[in-house]
């Protein structure tokens, strides 16, 4: 006889206090934030760890320049402004990602463009890019969302034909991979995320920007302080206090910055890691009926920000929406201590702000660049089913390991194995 499900008062399968926190925080992480403290000039250790971060993360990247800020969005209005987008250019954005890719471009005057996703990857459908390419179109930035390479060779080839810069939003995918090469060096300018719960955290806030390119990195410099030319640490030796430009304060904090060095010399392990727990899972899950694994393409190599599930009532033969299977089945799950929960409720496109282009001011950057972009959900139905039919299972990052994994399938196969109980509960808030 099957085990009675915790949404019925059954024993919960997850025990309470079971599941570890992410960012694992370890005696080196704290010995690096003491070393900041303790330091008699502490003002000079803004240098020291802006400085150290850039350094290492450029060397990590293999890329030349890097500059630490504030946050990821703050990273990819870095880079907008670094390639050269101007007040009422077009920038082209996947539907499906943290509405932040496109406040960027907002940010920055400009006219974000939305394109479907590919439904496999989850990341933005290189076959669907060119038909919304336009004479104002300067930019492509795709978004390597989950932790998921996106087709970088297809978007390259597009943007090559149109003469168009490639921004990368690496926010979710820190060492990533396609073909080999770490996501965030494909494009013209990369900007990463450092935010707590991401795969390189700060504990807190954060972001990295990265380019190859000397001009898009003097212009990015400037961007990031006002619009001066300072060196962190020494503004009472060296400021001009004189304004090149526009620009923002966008500096990231020396504790924070100590902190991700620390991270990242364990980025790879814990990549690693994270990688094992969830092809572990993508084995035991993938063999349940209606459960929808992770698809990974030969060229991508994935770092899971977010494990997705996916929900299938036609392999069940299930005449009811996937989004009603999804919602049951989460909702069993949650009661059973798994993790489980939307990111986005809606594509980017289909949120306020776009809806009413209510941007800042009297309608800008829409109204004052006379811009006829429009954003109609139904331009958007892969994206749309996705966010239906999909949720995310949550710590699966290290030190957690294949026994909570297990525990985690377990719950599974308890769930969908009285999915008749499961789909006849009540509705809960």
């Avoid at 990821?72 to 209005?77: D, Q, S, V």
């Avoid at 932040?100 to 989850?122: E, G, K, Q, R, S």
């Avoid at 526009?246 to 924070?256: E, I, K, N």
């Avoid at 910055?257 to 994270?274: E, G, P, V, W, Y």
Wanted: proline share 6%; glycine share 8%.
């Amino acid at each position: 006889m099957a085990a009675k499900l915790a949404i019925h008062g059954g024993k919960r399968t997850v025990p309470n206090g079971i599941i570890k926190p992410w960012p694992q925080v370890t005696d080196a992480d704290r010995d690096a934030i003491a070393e900041v403290i303790a330091s008699e000039r502490i003002t000079e250790q803004q240098r020291v760890q802006s400085e150290g971060l850039a350094r290492e993360w450029a060397e990590y990247m293999g890329v030349r320049y890097c500059i630490p800020v504030n946050s990821g969005t703050a990273a990819l209005h870095l880079c907008v402004a670094g390639v050269g987008i101007e007040p009422g250019d077009e920038v082209i954005v996947p539907a499906f990602t943290f509405w932040a890719t496109a406040a960027a471009v907002l940010h920055h005057n400009a006219i974000p463009v939305f394109v479907d996703i590919d439904p496999v990857t989850y990341c933005i459908d290189p076959n669907a890019i060119e038909a919304k390419i336009t004479e104002r179109t300067r930019a492509i930035l795709p978004v390597h969302i989950h932790g998921m390479p996106a087709d970088m060779d297809a978007i390259l080839a597009i943007a090559k034909r149109h003469n168009l810069k490639v921004i990368e939003d690496v926010a979710q995918a820190h060492g990533a991979r396609y073909k080999g090469k770490r996501c965030g060096s494909f494009g013209d300018a990369a900007g990463y995320s450092t935010q707590a719960s991401k795969t390189l955290s700060s504990g807190c806030q954060g972001g990295l920007f990265t380019t190859d390119d000397e001009q898009i990195h003097k212009r990015a410099a400037l961007l990031q302080y006002f619009g001066e030319i300072v060196v962190p640490g020494r503004e009472r030796e060296e400021q001009e206090y004189n304004a090149y430009g526009l620009g923002w304060m966008y500096r990231g904090d020396m504790f924070s910055q100590a902190f991700i060095r620390s991270q990242l010399k364990r980025l790879d392990a814990n990549n690693a890691l994270r990688i094992e727990n969830c092809n572990y899972l993508t084995m035991h899950l993938s063999q349940i009926d209606g459960i929808e694994t992770p698809f990974t393409p030969e060229a991508c190599e994935p770092v899971y920000y977010n494990y997705v599930v996916g929900f299938n009532p036609e392999a069940l033969g299930l005449d009811i929406p996937a989004r009603t299977l999804r919602e049951k089945v989460q909702a069993a799950l949650r009661a059973e201590g798994v993790p489980t929960g939307q990111w986005q409720r809606l594509p980017v496109p289909s949120q306020e702000i776009f809806q009413n282009r209510i941007g800042y001011g009297t309608g800008c950057p829409w109204r004052c660049n006379q811009s006829t972009v429009e954003y109609n959900t139904e331009d958007y139905p892969k994206a749309v089913e996705f966010i239906d039919s999909h949720c995310y299972l949550f710590d699966v990052n290290p030190p957690n390991d294949f026994e909570l994994m297990w525990l985690y399938v377990e719950a599974f196969h308890k769930v969908m194995d009285q999915l008749d109980a499961v789909l006849e509960a009540p509705e809960t808030t």
